[in-house]
């Protein structure tokens, strides 16, 4: 097996993981007890150990060697994951949620992302890469679907089992912690070029790379801060508390969302081909923000999952062209540390917005997280559109 399908095998089961533990996690929390603002500060603090490990990606990784590096995230993912299905308290469930980086968004988006995404350019051509990027980002939304759907095992369990309370979601959290593992035996299996250690300091970015980072970071917390209004776990606690739908329900509805997503990636790429990288983020983005506002407001589950599946067909269009076009635009040698720090900026504003969302969540006003999320994502677009649709990457300039 190459490193390359290595990668793609390890992002699937990752997602898988992921995407359950990020569905689940705040009907487990509600089951147990736990008050939707200290739902949000675990969810947050889950999100802060996920931005703590794309930090010691970007800055330590190279120093350890990328391989050894890999194992050793997905060593915590299964200790904090065991961890967390074992607790009950407030305090003990969000210093397990840290430990293992359990991330709320129910999205893959953290350290081994940043070194699979970094290695995935140099195993193809300028022009293969967004192609590349997209059957990444497609397998790991089939992961994602795979695990929503599975969001519905805890009600199996209680069926058919004596299982009853929390236990059967424990049982399923502790699944997840048996597939963080088999993604650790994936990593063992990666070549010694990605083993290598490289104590040596960074190649300095230049002038140009750093101009163009340091803007688009400043766009993706905009972005990255209205998402984390809209995680996963949040958006299964709205449904939750605004329909009274059931687990199983959830994720059959994110299950849906995630296959919408999937081909969503193979479409952007082919939509990127012909109007370009910047133009597809942007206007494939927008109409999906003002989808979400409907949600919001929809008198029904029923029309609110249609509204949400219609959004999750068009909200994942900019992630391969968005990660296709960071990479594009930087030297190989500054990879790493642009898909790093990219995703480190992602990640730390995702952690601080839950807090307030869950806060927000209560009784009249379920619906705000959902509107003040959209809004501040259609102002990303169009800031994104204003400083980026004049910087084209290698491929389209040669066009």
Same mark, same amino acid.
């Given at each position: 097996?190459?490193?390359?399908?290595?990668?793609?095998?390890?992002?699937?089961?990752?997602?898988?993981?992921?995407?359950?533990?990020?569905?689940?996690?705040?009907?487990?929390?509600?089951?147990?007890?736990?008050?939707?603002?200290? &739902?949000?500060?675990?969810?947050? %603090?889950?999100?802060? $150990?996920? /931005? #703590? =490990? +794309? !930090? *010691? @990606?970007?800055?330590?990784?190279?120093?350890?060697?990328?391989?050894?590096?890999?194992?050793?995230?997905?060593?915590?993912?299964?200790?904090?994951?065991?961890?967390?299905?074992?607790?009950?308290?407030?305090?003990?469930?969000?210093?397990?949620?840290?430990?293992?980086?359990?991330?709320?968004?129910?999205?893959?988006?953290?350290?081994?992302?940043?070194?699979?995404?970094?290695?995935?350019?140099?195993?193809?051509?300028?022009?293969?890469?967004?192609?590349? &990027?997209?059957?990444?980002?497609? %397998?790991?939304?089939? $992961?994602? /679907? #795979? =695990? +929503? !759907? *599975? @969001?519905?095992?805890?009600?199996?369990?209680?069926?058919?089992?004596?299982?009853?309370?929390?236990?059967?979601?424990?049982?399923?959290?502790?699944?997840?912690?048996?597939?963080?593992?088999?993604?650790?035996?994936?990593?063992?299996?990666?070549?010694?070029?990605?083993?290598?250690?490289?104590?040596?300091?960074?190649?300095?970015?230049?002038?140009?790379?750093?101009?163009?980072?340091?803007?688009?970071?400043?766009?993706?917390?905009?972005?990255?801060?209205?998402?984390?209004?809209?995680?996963?776990?949040?958006?299964?606690?709205?449904?939750?508390?605004?329909?009274?739908?059931?687990?199983?329900?959830?994720?059959?509805?994110?299950?849906?969302?995630?296959?919408?997503?999937?081909?969503?990636?193979?479409?952007?790429?082919?939509?990127?081909?012909?109007?370009?990288?910047?133009?597809?983020?942007?206007?494939?983005?927008?109409p999906s923000s003002l989808l979400l506002v409907t949600v919001a407001f929809a008198p029904s589950f029923g029309v609110a999952a249609v509204l949400f599946l219609l959004r999750e067909g068009l909200v994942e269009m900019d992630v391969p062209t968005r990660q296709s076009y960071v990479l594009a635009v930087v030297r190989p040698e500054e990879r790493v540390f642009a898909s790093g720090v990219t995703n480190l900026v992602r990640l730390a504003a995702w952690a601080v917005a839950p807090v307030f969302a869950g806060a927000l969540m209560t009784g009249?006003?379920?619906?705000?997280?959902?509107?003040?999320?959209?809004?501040?994502?259609?102002?990303?677009?169009?800031?994104?559109?204003?400083?980026?649709?004049?910087?084209?990457?290698?491929?389209?300039?040669?066009?």
């Open positions: 097996m190459s490193d390359r399908h290595i990668y793609y095998a390890a992002a699937f089961v990752r997602a898988v993981t992921t995407s359950l533990v990020g569905v689940l996690i705040g009907v487990y929390l509600a089951r147990l007890g736990i008050p939707s603002g200290s &739902i949000g500060t675990i969810v947050s %603090l889950g999100l802060v $150990g996920a /931005a #703590l =490990g +794309a !930090i *010691a @990606a970007t800055f330590l990784a190279h120093r350890l060697g990328r391989r050894r590096f890999l194992l050793v995230l997905a060593a915590l993912s299964v200790l904090g994951t065991v961890a967390f299905a074992l607790s009950s308290t407030p305090l003990a469930l969000a210093a397990a949620a840290f430990v293992g980086m359990l991330n709320g968004m129910g999205k893959d988006r953290g350290a081994a992302l940043i070194l699979e995404q970094a290695e995935l350019p140099a195993t193809t051509t300028s022009e293969g890469r967004t192609a590349v &990027i997209a059957r990444y980002t497609m %397998l790991q939304d089939l $992961g994602h /679907a #795979l =695990g +929503a !759907i *599975a @969001a519905g095992v805890p009600a199996l369990l209680q069926a058919t089992t004596d299982l009853r309370g929390a236990a059967p979601h424990r049982a399923t959290l502790l699944a997840c912690a048996a597939l963080s593992a088999v993604v650790l035996a994936l990593y063992a299996r990666l070549g010694r070029d990605v083993a290598v250690v490289a104590p040596d300091r960074r190649a300095a970015l230049t002038p140009q790379s750093r101009a163009i980072l340091t803007r688009i970071c400043a766009l993706f917390a905009i972005d990255s801060v209205a998402g984390g209004f809209l995680t996963t776990a949040l958006l299964s606690y709205f449904f939750f508390e605004r329909f009274g739908v059931s687990e199983g329900v959830i994720g059959a509805l994110f299950f849906g969302a995630r296959l919408c997503n999937a081909g969503s990636h193979l479409a952007a790429a082919w939509l990127a081909r012909r109007i370009g990288l910047v133009n597809t983020m942007v206007f494939t983005h927008i009249d006003s379920m619906y705000l997280p959902l509107v003040i999320g959209a809004a501040m994502k259609v102002s990303y677009d169009l800031l994104l559109w204003r400083a980026f649709r004049g910087i084209r990457p290698p491929e389209e300039l040669a066009g």
